[in-house]
């Protein structure tokens, strides 16, 4: 039946809208809303600034390994740059139904319509992942930094063996 959280008094969540997995300010035309990663439905909305909803803005079910049974899936963390031109890019974490920590970049319009999307990285997660990763650092626009998380290594001598799977890219 889902998790029934009420969310300050304005949404309700359900199997089908379930976590969240990260919340991100973005202005448009001067007014300030919030990009809301949902973890296990897979998808990207916004709200306004009393959160109420306003909108579904990417939709990733095609693509991501959603779970609710316990092991680490859906959407993991997203980074906004807004740049001169009234374009944003976002930088979205997410792991995808091979379970590989994938990274994304999409630019979008002012009006938040997509424009473009490329997959900038792709982990080779095949050591039996205990954790992705997946958290994005966005250093004053000029750096991106993405955790990549670890494994269960049966054979320690892998350790330092294996690349780049438990580092920061």
């Given amino acids: ?7 300050k008094n304005k949404f309700t969540f359900n199997e089908n809208f379930n976590s969240i997995s990260d919340i991100d300010k973005i202005e448009i035309e001067d007014k300030s809303y919030y990009l809301i990663t949902m973890t296990y439905s897979a998808n ?5 600034d009393n959160f109420n909803f306003v909108d579904n803005i990417l939709d990733f079910s095609d693509i991501v390994l959603s779970s609710n049974t316990g092991s680490e899936s859906g959407l993991i963390n997203i980074e906004i740059i807004k740049k001169d ?8 974490s997410y792991v995808d139904k ?12 002012e009006n938040l319509d997509l424009l473009s999307n490329n997959i ?3 982990g080779n997660q095949n050591r039996k992942p205990e954790h992705y990763g997946g958290s994005i650092l966005n ?4 750096f991106l930094y993405l955790s990549i998380g670890d494994h269960s ?17």
């Fill in 153 to 169: 290594i049966v054979d320690k001598t892998l350790a330092n063996n294996f690349t780049p799977e438990s580092k920061i890219l």
């Fill in 139 to 142: 250093e004053e626009n000029k």
């Fill in 98 to 109: 091979k379970s590989r920590l994938t990274l994304s970049q999409f630019e979008l319009n």
């Fill in 1 to 7: 039946s889902g998790i029934n959280l009420l969310f």
């Fill in 120 to 122: 900038i990285f792709q």
């Fill in 85 to 92: 031109n009234s374009l944003y890019t976002l930088f979205i």
């Fill in 44 to 48: 990207i909305i916004l709200v306004d």
